[in-house]
Structure formats: structure tokens, C-alpha cells
């Protein structure tokens, strides 16, 4: 268990809306990440972070902010939901704290149903 | 982006048989790390390997390394009931920006009691 917690667990909202996803851990580790999980295209990176207040885009960003103003959270801010966005959503953390060690840990994920 | 070719997408095998899996690639990497993943959870890593050649094992679970780095396998033994789930490879490009991994697209493992 690397303290990964993710809330909600499951949301449906609607076409339009903002939704924010929270990804929280109790270990202080430097790296973060948010992917989505769909049918026939595997884990896909959103975004990333490195730090506090340091983030990028990864493979899918398109529509989709992040922030992270404390270690332990890290957010995914849907600005305006779109049915293309119904998916399930994983935070991982990445737990070695340098060299080539490069192992993530997933939280339980987000069930998002976008109407 | 980068691929990871991940076959078979799936199988069905009789308990107590042996299963295995690969991930191959066109582009060699540094980190190999095989996953499984129950309906309803997140993905939980069962080995990591970090060299060519490496074989790692984790109770009944054997991964490698391949030697030409751009491709990894991983054989379950003695299969059981609770193998049952999706087994994902993942894999670190040499220079990776914030370690970031790309993820193959899953084995769906059934196991026949």
C-alpha cells in the first residue's frame, strides 16, 4: 500500500460542467501522475509532476489542468466535461527518490461518466 | 507516441498450467515493470527490472529482461484462480522526461478451475 487515495470514486456529471478529481498520499513523494484507463488504448499519461507547482503535459492533456500547491495533492480539473472524457482515472506516484529506479504505484482509481 | 506490443491480448488456460506473456518494442528501454489488474482496482506492480538479461522472480511469477532491451517476458507457474485479471507491461525510455513509462495494452489472463 504507497498511501495513494483518490476522490471521488466514481462521478457522473454532465456535458459542460468542471470537474476535479483529487489524488492524495501520505508519503511525500516527488513525482505524481494522472492517467486515464480505456478500452483498447491502455494507461494513458495526462499529466505529470515533479514537484510543488512544477507540472507537464503528457501524451492526453488536451482539456485537462492540473495543480499541485502542497506535496500530498495533486488535481485534475476537467475545465468543461465532454463525453470523450468518460474514463477511469489513476494517480500513481513514483516511490524511488533518484537514479534509474523508476517504480509507480497506482491508486484505486476514478470512474468518471461524463452525460 | 511509443508503442509497447503486448500479446496475447488474451487467454483462457486450465488451472495448473504455466502462462506466458510478452512486450516487444521498435525502441529500446531502460526500465522494464510488469503490473496486474483486478475489475475495480488500480494496477499493483508484481516485479520491476532494470537490466538487460535480468530475470526477476515474485513467488510464481518470472519476468526478464530481454537482452536486446526492447523486450520483456513473464511466465506465471502452476496457474490459479486468483491469477484471474489483466497483466500490463510497462517501460521506461532511456532520457524520459520525469521518468514517465509507456504502458502496453494489457493481457486479459482467464484461468478455467
Known amino acids: 500500500d504507497a498511501g495513494i487515495t483518490q476522490s471521488p470514486r466514481h462521478k457522473v456529471t454532465e456535458t459542460g460542467t468542471p470537474v476535479t478529481l483529487r489524488c492524495h498520499q501520505t508519503?511525500?513523494?516527488?513525482?505524481m501522475y494522472w492517467y486515464r484507463q480505456d478500452p483498447g488504448h491502455g494507461l494513458r499519461l495526462i499529466h505529470y509532476?515533479?514537484?510543488?507547482?512544477?507540472?507537464d503535459k503528457g501524451e492526453v492533456s488536451d482539456g485537462y489542468s492540473v495543480s499541485r500547491s502542497k506535496t500530498e495533492d495533486f488535481l485534475l480539473t476537467l475545465e468543461s466535461a465532454t463525453s470523450s472524457q468518460t474514463s477511469v482515472y489513476f494517480c500513481?506516484?513514483?516511490?524511488?527518490?533518484?537514479?534509474?529506479?523508476?517504480?509507480?504505484?497506482f491508486g484505486p482509481g476514478t470512474r468518471l461518466t461524463v452525460l | 507516441g511509443q508503442q509497447l506490443n503486448q500479446s496475447p491480448q488474451s487467454m483462457f488456460i486450465q488451472e495448473g498450467e504455466d502462462v506466458s506473456m510478452n512486450c516487444t518494442s521498435s525502441?529500446?528501454?531502460?526500465?522494464w515493470l510488469w503490473y496486474k489488474q483486478e475489475p475495480g482496482e488500480g494496477p499493483v506492480l508484481l516485479i520491476a527490472?532494470?537490466?538487460?538479461?535480468e530475470l526477476t522472480s515474485n513467488g510464481r511469477l518470472t519476468a526478464q529482461f530481454g537482452i536486446t532491451r526492447k523486450d520483456s517476458f513473464l511466465n506465471i507457474s502452476a496457474s490459479i484462480p486468483s491469477d484471474v485479471g489483466i497483466y500490463f507491461c510497462?517501460?521506461?525510455?532511456?532520457?524520459?522526461?520525469?521518468?514517465?513509462?509507456?504502458f502496453g495494452k494489457g493481457t486479459k489472463l482467464s484461468v478455467i478451475p
Open positions: 500513481a506516484i513514483r516511490t524511488s527518490s533518484g537514479g534509474s529506479y523508476n517504480e509507480q504505484f
Open positions: 508519503e511525500n513523494h516527488r513525482y
Open positions: 509532476s515533479y514537484g510543488v507547482k512544477d507540472t
Open positions: 525502441s529500446i528501454f531502460n526500465t
Open positions: 527490472l532494470y537490466k538487460a538479461g
Open positions: 510497462a517501460g521506461q525510455l532511456p532520457g524520459a522526461g520525469s521518468y514517465q513509462l509507456t
